[in-house]
């Protein structure tokens, strides 16, 4: 019995054995992921969205880069890569067949930008695609859980005009001289277009306009404006490219047969007027200007196949809208008894107006190129809450500053009464909103902005009443503000409230900690970065409004951890391109007005700021896998570096660290973005194949910063000189920018941390430098074992520090200012170049940083550093791969981290005291001891 009991044991032992490898191997053969999120160039689109989006996903390129998600099954699952992926793309949304592309079964573990490879689409055709992946063990895991989808370009397909069925460029007016300057400041009302057109709406099956005008435009269908976009289209060099929308508009023609399209022009950068900025740029001599036209092409398709068009030409009726003036700078002047109701439909008599003129200056613009940046649109409501009333005078407050535009709604009021608002950022003392930090080009004087110019160049809107109840905004301006002062008729105003406005990217990034003061200056961050997005990256939404390079140099990695910046920056380094120089050098400003301090001749800007062009080049491969650029503007940054060769004298004599406290070290920072740039041109030269040029920019690179620690570094001391005169002057810039740029001789090392430290200690733990160098001191701090230092630095309350900006005796920040110390007259209130202090955030004190030698976000750095007073940080970063984050939490003398990558991405973890170790996909937790005090 005994031996049959252990037989039977046995027996049961072995089936239970089996049935577990069965089990195991079922499990191993069963993929554990999921392809989701297609995107087609970097936006994720849907068979569903094509159908109901008013904007929808149009491709110029006969080559889209097709991208994925993949997302687990079980959440359990770790280590999920993928192995081989197959793409179909079909001309029917049910994929009865794969006329267009099947890719078969293609080894590669890629999932980001895959270039569609397939038969051409059709101009006006949709594609619809799928992808079906497989794991690491080569199991299939299916097709993906949505069908994505795009439309090929329309009629100005890859920029190309001069069809006969092509759109007209027109304009309200014949060609006349030129306007004097004075002239240019008397009301001009803007344009209004409109022509009625018949179609079958009951064989209707899709409709789209393809519309573009310039300075902006918007247009409307029976009465009703067409999308949620403003301020369109995104600015560029319009002697280069001009951008062009696609809406859908099949649901409004389904509904009848008679339809009018409408178009109303505003002046936007096309037609500034002519202020003398700082008393003596005038930025009309160096943009592309005229007076605003616009083309479109409405396209209908019917059921039987075939296609009407509805094109814009001379036979279009214009008249003028009640928009008596618009400038981006002064703001407009509206007249609501001009209005013409209804001025938009079918049952509209515009036999009073004029017929539409083609426009000749249509014939230098540049090419037009279908728009992929997302638009510009309201960003929530903010209400404006009334602080006081007096002497016949309101002032609101929205609680923040913002850049965007009002709803003010009106009721009664005497007709031909008006009501004004001041915009600014700061009130004087006695509750009287003060717009100085905000005025147009520092012109605060009669003369000074130019002949006939206001002598102080406010942001004011005014309205004219009629009786009437009705709401208004500012349809082609914006303003910088938070305070609104209304003056005139006040008590006709019902209420205002006010909506941030910005390209519509994603928000990708989340930080958050147990300090609330660090939080406040992640929150800083941030809402200066909203601000600042009007298709370029300004360096304040008021006074200038410009797309300085330094700044965005300066802040470009804040932008690119808190939003998805992919085609916004993609956008940013065409504008670089296109405002390029004769000798390769680049412009201070892109688009060019004409701006060039301390640069490289030949108009080109100074070194800090033509930088910015191969670091976001660099930036985009390594955090979004986009080498589409990277191609298309390879011969741009060789004609840049080509001229960086030449060693210019102006590299060493540049603007340094702009807005810095501490003397500064022009020829040491010089050099340091020179080695910035060969570095960047290195990384994107190897990532071309281009395995020559990388060898000999990296040696470049590795020259210079040989040449940089001979001139300037004090081999005893750890010190580095600043250059221009100062020997040792020992600054923040000066030791960090080294030790960033990890170019300080390993033996020097400590005694350069030694020396950064003694600067800082010399400040009393304060920041001394500017806008380039917040980063570079942080972040060398923090990988040098000095984050409590880094932190201490940041929690600083009094001047200057981020927390005397926000609390101090005259106004609390909400966005970050120009200068580290208060301005109520010269500086902007909302500048984005003192936003570098996320970057510690997510790297240092989350802990969760881009790895240096990532390809497409491929891998992270997971280094945690806690810090006094510091009980938890978490971080995540919605990346083209998928959603990776961290959390962290401190309790007595352990530290508990628990981390989230996403399939197809794989972390180095480094913590204190333990061996570094990679791990791929999957939830994970670890734990560490506190270093010692």
Same mark, same amino acid.
């Given at each position: ?96 067949? +794969? ?15 895959? @270039? ?170 160096? $943009? ?41 700078? $002064? ?211 008021? =006074? ?69 062009? @191969? ?49 500064? +070290? ?44 001979? =001139? ?68 060398? $701090? ?152």
């Amino acid at each position: 019995e005994l031996l049959s009991s252990v037989k039977m044991a046995t027996v049961t032992l072995l089936c239970f054995a089996f049935l577990a490898m069965c089990a195991s191997h079922v499990r191993a053969t069963e993929c554990q992921m999921l392809a989701t999120r297609l995107s087609v160039e970097y936006r994720h689109f849907t068979s569903s969205d094509l159908a109901e989006a008013v904007r929808p996903v149009v491709v110029e390129t006969h080559a889209p880069r097709l991208g994925w998600w993949l997302v687990p099954t079980d959440p359990e699952a770790q280590n999920l890569t993928q192995s081989a992926y197959q793409i179909q793309v079909s001309s029917y949304a049910d994929f009865r067949v +794969a006329d267009l592309w099947n890719s078969g079964k293609v080894l590669s573990s890629n999932s980001v930008a895959v @270039p569609y490879q397939g038969r051409n689409v059709s101009a006006f055709s949709a594609a619809f695609w799928r992808v079906h992946v497989w794991d690491a063990q080569d199991n299939p895991c299916g097709w993906s859980n949505e069908t994505g989808a795009w439309e090929a370009s329309g009629p100005w397909a890859q920029g190309q005009q001069g069809s006969d069925d092509l759109a007209t460029w027109i304009t309200a007016r014949p060609p006349a001289p030129p306007p004097t300057d004075c002239e240019q400041y008397n009301d001009h009302p803007a344009p209004r277009f409109r022509t009625l057109f018949a179609v079958d709406a009951s064989r209707v099956t899709r409709a789209r306009v393809y519309v573009t005008g310039l300075g902006y435009y918007e247009l409307a269908l029976d009465g009703a404006k067409v999308g949620d976009a403003f301020l369109d289209p995104a600015w560029t060099s319009y002697n280069q490219s001009v951008e062009y929308a696609v809406y859908n508009v099949t649901q409004a023609l389904m509904a009848g047969n008679r339809h009018v399209i409408g178009v109303t022009l505003g002046n936007g950068w096309f037609n500034l007027l002519p202020l003398r900025m700082w008393g003596s740029r005038n930025f009309r001599e160096a $943009l592309a200007h005229g007076e605003p036209l616009f083309a479109l092409q409405l396209r209908v398709w019917y059921t039987n196949g075939s296609t009407v068009t509805f094109s814009s030409n001379e036979s279009w009726r214009t008249g003028p809208s009640p928009t008596l003036r618009n400038s981006i700078y $002064l703001g407009e002047k509206f007249d609501i008894r001009a209005e013409q109701k209804d001025w938009a439909t079918v049952a509209f008599n515009d036999s009073t107006w004029s017929t539409s003129h083609t426009a000749p200056r249509a014939a230098t613009l540049g090419r037009l190129r279908a728009q992929v940046l997302p638009p510009i649109r309201r960003q929530g409501a903010r209400p404006g809450k009334l602080l006081h009333e007096v002497g016949g005078q309101r002032v609101y407050d929205v609680g923040q500053n913002i850049a965007g535009h009002c709803d003010v709604c009106f009721a009664g009021g005497t007709p031909g009464s008006s009501v004004s608002l001041l915009y600014g950022e700061l009130l004087y003392a006695n509750g009287n909103v003060n717009g100085m930090t905000s005025v147009a080009g520092q012109i605060k004087s009669p003369g000074a902005g130019g002949p006939c110019a206001p002598s102080v160049a406010y942001q004011t809107d005014t309205i004219t009443l009629d009786g009437s109840t009705f709401c208004w905004h500012p349809s082609f301006s914006w303003h910088g503000f938070r305070f609104i002062q209304v003056s005139g008729q006040v008590n006709a105003v019902q209420n205002i409230t006010c909506y941030p406005l910005r390209s519509d990217v994603a928000s990708t990034g989340t930080f958050s900690s147990s300090s609330s003061f660090l939080n406040a200056i992640h929150d800083l961050d941030r809402a200066t970065a909203e601000a600042n997005m009007m298709s370029v990256q300004s360096d304040c939404p008021h =006074r200038e409004r410009l797309g300085y390079g330094g700044d965005a140099l300066m802040s470009g990695e804040s932008f690119l951890l808190n939003f998805d910046m992919t085609l916004f920056y993609e956008k940013r380094v065409r504008d670089y391109v296109e405002a390029q120089r004769a000798n390769g050098g680049y412009t201070e400003t892109a688009p060019f007005v004409g701006i060039s301090d301390a640069g490289m001749g030949g108009d080109s800007g100074p070194i800090g700021w033509q930088s910015v062009t @191969p670091v976001l080049v660099d930036w985009l491969a390594r955090y979004h896998g986009n080498n589409h650029i990277a191609e298309e503007s390879y011969e741009s940054l060789k004609d840049f570096m080509a001229l960086l060769d030449q060693r210019p004298a102006a590299i060493e004599t540049g603007l340094g660290d702009w807005m810095a406290l501490e003397p500064k +070290a022009l020829a040491l920072t010089g050099l340091g973005f020179l080695v910035l740039d060969y570095r960047a041109f290195a990384n994107i030269s190897r990532a071309l194949g281009q395995e020559e040029s990388a060898r000999k920019y990296d040696l470049a690179a590795q020259s210079v910063a040989d040449e940089i620690n001979r =001139r300037f570094l004090d081999q005893n001391s750890g010190v580095y000189a600043g250059g221009g005169g100062s020997a040792f002057n020992n600054t923040q810039c000066g030791q960090a920018l080294p030790l960033f740029l990890q170019i300080a001789p390993p033996a020097v090392v400590t005694r350069v941390i030694a020396s950064l430290a003694t600067s800082i200690l010399q400040s009393k733990t304060h920041l001394q430098v500017g806008g380039f160098a917040i980063k570079w001191v942080l972040q060398a $701090l923090a990988d040098n074992g000095l984050e409590d230092t880094a932190a201490a630095m940041l929690l600083q309350t009094d001047y200057p520090s981020f927390g005397y900006m926000m609390s101090n005796p005259y106004c609390n920040a909400t966005t970050a200012w120009e200068s580290w110390f208060f301005s109520d007259s010269t500086y902007s209130h909302n500048h984005p170049m003192f936003t570098s202090a996320d970057p510690y955030f997510y790297h240092s004190l989350a802990g969760l940083q881009v790895h240096p030698d990532a390809n497409a976000f491929d891998r992270v750095i997971v280094r945690p550093r806690p810090v006094p007073g510091v009980t938890s940080a978490s971080a995540s970063l919605a990346t083209v791969r998928g959603p990776v984050s961290i959390s962290w939490t401190s309790a007595g003398k352990r530290v508990v981290v628990s981390l989230s990558v996403p399939p197809n991405m794989h972390a180095l973890v480094v913590l204190p005291g333990q061996a570094q170790q990679t791990v791929g996909s999957g939830d994970y937790q670890f734990s560490f001891a506190l270093p010692a005090p």
